[in-house]
Structure formats: C-alpha cells, structure tokens
C-alpha cells in the first residue's frame, strides 16, 4: 500500500510558476513509475506526465512539453512537478499517483494504482 500527498497548488498569474510535491510513503518508491494527471471541472481526469522508477525516463503530454518537468528524488520517496510559463489552460486539480511497475510505458488512468487527494492549481488571465 503507498500512500501519496501532494502540496504546492495555488493561485498564479498566467506566465507564473508552481512547484507541485508528492510525498509517498512505503519502503520500495523506486520501484513504482510516478506520474501527474490533472482534472478540470466538467472534464475527464488527463495525463500530464510520467517519470520511471529509476528517474531516466520522462514523459509529457504535448500540450505542457517545454514548460513543465517532473523529477523525483527517490532518498526523499518525493516527486515533484515544475510548471513554468502557466496558462489559464492549465488550472485543474493536480493528482499525483503511483503505478506497481517501474517503468510504465502506459498513461491512462487505469493504469496507476494509488492516488493522491489531488491539489487544486489556478492560473488568472
């Protein structure tokens, strides 16, 4: 069982910066591929991005591609979400989760098995 935690959300004007944290529990962090997904209201939950167990390996949906990085710091059992450059588009609620295989090469939803309770992001115009 892993349980996640994320900080860092806020209020930001459009162009600002956030860093989101996700601090997990558990003995074994780098053996789960981590990963960002957000959720608008009215709107699906969608993948933003994904970092392998070992933090070599990253994936981003194309819209945030050169304005957000994740990373992970597996001593600290953390993974974090660097957002530059916000836009208006991005406000959501942030989850961060947890899938049971170090190098996941799939983004769905379904795919991840622990949750976090999600951190609420707003950009302004």
């Known amino acids: 069982q892993v349980q996640l935690v994320e900080s860092g959300g806020g209020l930001v004007q459009a162009g600002g910066s956030l860093r989101l944290s996700c601090a997990a529990s558990g003995r074994t962090f780098n053996t789960y591929t981590m990963g960002w997904f957000r959720q608008a209201p009215g709107r699906e939950r969608e993948f933003v991005a994904r970092i392998s167990g070992s933090g070599g390996r990253v994936y981003y949906r194309d819209s945030v591609k050169g304005r957000f990085t994740i990373s992970r710091d597996n001593a600290l059992n953390t993974v974090y979400l660097q957002m530059n450059s916000l836009k208006p588009e991005d406000t959501a609620v942030y989850y961060c989760?947890?899938?049971?295989?170090?190098?996941?090469?799939?983004?769905?939803?379904?795919?991840?098995?622990?949750w976090g309770q999600g951190t609420q992001v707003t950009v302004s115009s």
């Open positions: 989760a947890a899938a049971s295989s170090s190098s996941l090469t799939i983004n769905s939803v379904g795919a991840y098995d622990y």
